[in-house]
Structures are given as structure tokens and as C-alpha cells.
Nanobody, 117 residues
Framework: QVQLVESGGTVVQPGGSLRLSCEAS????????MAWYRRAPGSDNERELV??????????YALPSVKGRFTISRDDEKNIVYLQMTRLKFDDSAVYYC????????WGQGTQVTVSS
């Protein structure tokens, strides 16, 4: 069964930190590059790639704005992908999704991150 379940999103003040988790079914997770995407407020905004992590644990940050602030990692025993976010900014507010990097599987429900003072 193809399944992605994101969690950890909440309301946080600017400068705060959050850790997002994504539990993936084995057929998506095992041996694949996994990724975090986000969609900013506004229904017309497409999801943008935030970061990827290879099966070997090598990270890549697609957005210059998150480099040095976000850390993507994975736990192969639990089939979980994490996104540690620090020094959060207003512009980080979005619904965050994880998925296989390519090809993309069916999307999960995402987890809402709101940066607000």
C-alpha cells in the first residue's frame, strides 16, 4: 500500500524550530531518494522542492533560503524522513509534504507549518 503520513507541523514564532516527520510505506521508502516539498498559502501555488536525501543519506537543499537552517535526514529502521527546521521565517509558512523524489507517488495530507508572531 502506498502511503505517506506527515506530522509535526504547528504554529511557531519567527526564529523558532520544528521537526517534521514523514512515515513512508516501505515500497516508497526503501532504496529511494526521499524529498520534502512545500506549498505556500494560496491554492494556486504549486509545491516547491525543499530538500532531498538519497538512500545513502546524502542531503541536497533545493532552496537557497533554507540552506543552513533546515536539515533533512532519514531513519531506515523506521522508514521515516525528517526535516529539522531552525530559525524559522514568515516565508517558511506552508503545508509541507514528503514524497519520493522522482517519480512522485500519491501525495499524503501534508502538515501545516505557520510562522507567526
Amino acid at each position: 500500500q502506498v502511503q505517506l503520513v506527515e506530522s509535526g507541523g504547528t504554529v511557531v514564532q519567527p526564529g523558532g524550530s520544528l521537526r517534521l516527520s514523514c512515515e513512508a510505506s516501505g515500497n516508497i521508502y526503501r532504496g529511494n531518494t526521499m524529498a520534502w516539498y512545500r506549498r505556500a498559502p494560496g491554492s494556486d501555488n504549486e509545491r516547491e522542492l525543499v530538500a532531498t536525501v538519497t538512500a545513502y543519506g546524502t542531503p541536497y537543499y533545493a532552496l537557497p533560503s533554507v540552506k543552513g537552517r533546515f536539515t533533512i535526514s532519514r531513519d531506515d529502521e523506521k522508514n521515516i524522513v525528517y526535516l529539522q527546521m531552525t530559525r524559522l521565517k514568515f516565508d517558511d509558512s506552508a503545508v509541507y509534504y514528503c514524497n519520493k523524489y522522482l517519480p512522485i507517488e500519491n501525495w499524503g495530507q501534508g502538515t501545516q507549518v505557520t510562522v507567526s508572531s
